[in-house]
């Protein structure tokens, strides 16, 4: 077995509770409900930059590939009610699609080790794991090598984002890992480790080179005001078992916020790729290779491109909704 294969989802309070935030949740009526109170904080005027508190009492604010959301706060100037639910509420709702689709939570590892050192805090994953509960065309089967790749790299990613420490990753193989986008050359463990997974599997991708050489920090903040709803990812087949395992993948997300001068309407953008992972006999990655097409997926992102040249993965395979002689040709006469 593997050890980072085990996980616990504790609860949490309402996040607004003793913010003085004027519109307290009720639940008999499921709406916030409007204080004659004043408050010297508002929702609305919140800095983007999160409180100073110790590292270890800080719940992430990052939102990255598996779709962490930040703390009810301000984010690049949009506000979104989805955002502000109780967790309570959505870890109802959780349990509700538990029962009737025999849905289970992803397992990341043991986040409750207190021997990890976090960049920000300790990720929270309702609200992840409920979007990737609603959107998920999947339902792999227990025990299935498609849960156990699901898993894994889930695993990987949040590690990636928020463990602090490279040393304290269990998914890899510190020794040999590698990171290649494509047909790019091969990034090294550490190099990915140093400038984040937004930067190690999107650098050399024109539309995205544009925005300048950013920061690990700067990559995440770039996206985050984008899906505030959530940004989940699974993984659709695996086409082949260790040591190389090979498998198809799709990201997903409800354009509900703004990239950078592109408001969003509720757009659903989809990303597909294949991945091929080099693992060792523990199970560790040695090396991923992504292949994928970021190109298109950023200019949905900025509006550029309708979403439907996202869907069902057109992007990666091309137009296959129709034979060619039934597409509408023009001809030059």
């Not at 309570?88 to 289970?104: H, N, R, V």
Request: glycine share 8%; with cysteine.
């Amino acid at each position: 077995s593997n050890k980072y294969y085990s996980v616990k989802y504790p609860g949490e309070e309402n996040p607004l509770a003793g913010t003085g935030d004027p519109y307290p949740w009720s639940k008999k009526t499921g709406k916030y409900r409007a204080s004659s109170k004043k408050s010297k904080t508002s929702p609305s005027t919140e800095s983007s930059s999160p409180p100073a508190k110790s590292a270890k009492s800080l719940p992430s604010v990052d939102d990255t590939m598996d779709g962490i959301l930040p703390r009810p706060q301000k984010m690049s100037g949009v506000e979104s009610e989805a955002v502000l639910e109780p967790l309570e509420c959505i870890q109802e709702k959780m349990e509700d699609l538990k029962t009737k689709f025999g849905f289970s939570e992803p397992d990341r590892g043991d986040l409750d080790d207190p021997e990890i050192e976090w960049r920000t805090g300790k990720p929270d994953y309702t609200r992840a794991n409920y979007q990737y509960f609603k959107g998920k065309t999947q339902n792999h089967a227990a025990g299935s090598l498609e849960e156990l790749v699901e898993n894994l790299v889930k695993t990987w990613e949040t590690q990636a984002s928020h463990f602090k420490e490279f040393s304290q990753w269990t998914t890899i193989d510190h020794s040999n890992y590698k990171v290649k986008v494509n047909d790019e050359e091969e990034t090294d463990g550490t190099v990915a480790y140093e400038i984040g997974n937004y930067n190690a599997l999107m650098q050399n991708c024109p539309a995205y080179k544009k925005y300048g050489e950013l920061s690990f920090e700067e990559s995440h903040d770039l996206f985050r005001g984008a899906f505030t709803s959530g940004f989940p990812w699974e993984v659709l087949r695996v086409l082949s078992g260790p040591p190389y395992v090979m498998f198809t993948w799709r990201h997903w997300g409800i354009l509900d916020g703004k990239f950078q001068d592109n408001v969003g309407h509720g757009e659903q953008l989809e990303m597909y790729g294949v991945c091929r992972v080099t693992v060792n006999q523990e199970l560790k990655i040695q090396k991923i290779e992504v292949y994928y097409d970021p190109e298109t997926f950023i200019k949905a992102l900025e509006g550029k491109l309708k979403p439907s040249e996202l869907k069902a993965g057109k992007a990666l395979l091309g137009d296959v909704e129709c034979p060619h002689v039934g597409k509408e040709v023009k001809l030059r006469v």
